[in-house]
């Protein structure tokens, strides 16, 4: 009998968007973290502590849950304006739609 190959399992986290509750790998989204201390930022990370949000690397998604307060819910917080305007700068760094496959030059 012929030995079965083993699947390679890995492990994926996956992760939903609060905004379109699209799940994604955890890679593919952005994590928002509350830390221990109350701040609200944005973790590349993905590891640090505390309570997590996720959401994909789309304006129409951080405007939404910026917008419609989902993002706050979410992490149990109220965002402070000095967060809101932390989060927007960073909003305005991501691409509005689908990314373009535009080659770099
Ligand atoms: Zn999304």
Do not use: F, N
């Not at 890995?10 to 905004?19: M, Q, Y």
């Not at 955890?26 to 944005?42: A, F, M, N, S, Y």
């Not at 917008?67 to 305007?85: C, Y």
Request: overall charge positive; hydrophobic content about 35%.
């Amino acid at each position: 009998m012929a030995k079965a190959q083993k699947p390679r399992q890995k492990h994926v986290p996956i992760r939903t968007c609060i905004a379109c509750r699209q799940t994604q790998g955890k890679r593919q989204l952005v994590r928002i973290v509350r830390t221990p201390t109350g701040e609200v930022r944005i973790d590349p990370t993905g590891k640090q502590a505390g309570r997590g949000a996720y959401l994909c690397r789309m304006r129409d998604c951080w405007e939404q849950a910026l917008s419609s307060q989902r993002l706050a819910g979410a992490l149990k917080t109220t965002l402070t304006p000095e967060t809101l305007a932390a989060l927007k700068a960073y909003v305005a760094t991501l691409p509005v739609a689908d990314q373009d496959e535009e080659p770099s030059q």
